[in-house]
Nanobody, 116 residues
Framework: VQLQASGGGLVQAGGSLRLSCAASGSIFSMYMVAWYHQAPGKQRELVATITSGDSSNYADSVKGRFTISRDNAKNTMHLQMNSLKPEDTAVYYC???????????WGQGTQVTVSS
């Protein structure tokens, strides 16, 4: 399975973006999919996860602002980002893991820049 992220861009603080991640194969086989981000000079951080049973979790910094979703029928996943802040500026990566596995599947990243 290959993943391809898209939807990044430049937005003003308070604005919204919707990231998408398309899978070349079935993401139904993925137990869990996630979005990570990596800001310049910082380590990659987990932003949100969602399981095949639609159970989601979020980093404290994005709770109430971001929503992760997955569409197994369309082999896609999304990250709706609202009330964006300059500190959300980063490259965003989608990732997937199978049950009992690790984060083995990665998209190429999409840049999100939030201006103040």
């Amino acid at each position: 399975v290959q993943l391809q992220a898209s939807g990044g861009g430049l937005v003003q603080a308070g604005g919204s973006l919707r990231l998408s991640c398309a899978a070349s194969g079935s993401i139904f086989s993925m137990y869990m999919v996630a979005w990570y981000h990596q800001a310049p000079g910082k380590q990659r951080e987990l932003v949100a996860t969602i399981t095949s049973g639609d159970s989601s979790n979020y980093a404290d910094s994005v709770k109430g602002r971001f929503t992760i979703s997955r569409d197994n029928a369309k082999n896609t996943m999304h990250l709706q980002m609202n009330s964006l802040k300059p500190e959300d500026t980063a490259v965003y990566y989608c990732s997937g893991r199978k049950l009992g596995g690790t984060w083995d599947y990665w998209g190429q990243g999409t840049q999100v820049t939030v201006s103040s």
